[in-house]
């Protein structure tokens, strides 16, 4: 696994959130994991996923 990918658990503690809600976020298409392991465990980028959480909220940068 690249270095700066970080598992869902890692995301939810960088994010302040519960690991539930960025799975739910993920089926709801609010965000999308960058990779899925073989093991089907997603794995993300912090910096996109914050991206995609600022579109969503019409921010821009």
């Given at each position: 696994m690249?270095?700066?990918l970080i598992a869902s658990s890692e995301l939810?503690?960088?994010?302040?959130v519960s690991r539930s809600t960025v799975s739910r976020?993920?089926?709801?298409?609010r965000i999308t994991p960058t990779e899925i392991t073989a093991g089907g465990q997603s794995?993300?980028?912090?910096d996109d996923v914050r991206g995609e959480?600022?579109?969503q909220r019409g921010q821009t940068g």
């Open positions: 690249p270095r700066d939810a503690k960088a994010l302040g976020w993920v089926r709801e298409g794995r993300f980028r912090l959480l600022r579109r």
